[in-house]
């Protein structure tokens, strides 16, 4: 999923998005959370070593998320296009899969439910 985001590190998120996120050096670190229906709120973590304008995810343990994109400098601070995948423990038996399958479309929707009630729209 591609999200683009006007974001200035270590301020505040945009306005419905629940996002931490801070820049130190060339490392960008960050926790979304969300109100999942199954788990309550889950906190997903991510880091990703910026190189040149270009993000590249630093994978974490389980469950959390992989962040790549784009850095650009914008009038209003830094312009991130953002691209997130979740990561959950592999499932050993079917069910195992079929429950993370089921994580992953909540996430989905609620981060959809999210970008739509920002004040721009993401690309």
Do not use: C
């Not at 959370?33 to 788990?39: A, D, S, T, Y």
């Not at 304008?53 to 994109?69: I, M, N, R």
């Amino acid at each position: 999923m591609k999200v683009r985001l006007h974001l200035i590190p270590n301020g505040h998120p945009p306005q419905g998005v629940p996002l931490e996120l801070q820049l130190e050096g060339d490392e960008v670190r960050g926790v979304f959370r969300q109100e999942n229906p199954v788990l309550g709120e889950v906190a997903l973590p991510f880091a990703s070593r910026l190189k040149g304008e270009h993000l590249e995810a630093k994978l974490l343990p389980p469950p959390s998320l992989k962040v790549e994109g784009r850095v650009f400098s914008g009038t209003k601070g830094l312009e991130l296009e953002l691209e997130l995948s979740l990561v959950l423990p592999e499932g050993r038996t079917w069910g195992e899969r079929a429950f993370a399958r089921i994580l992953e479309l909540l996430f989905y929707k609620s981060l959809e439910r999210s970008l739509s009630q920002m004040p721009s729209s993401p690309v």
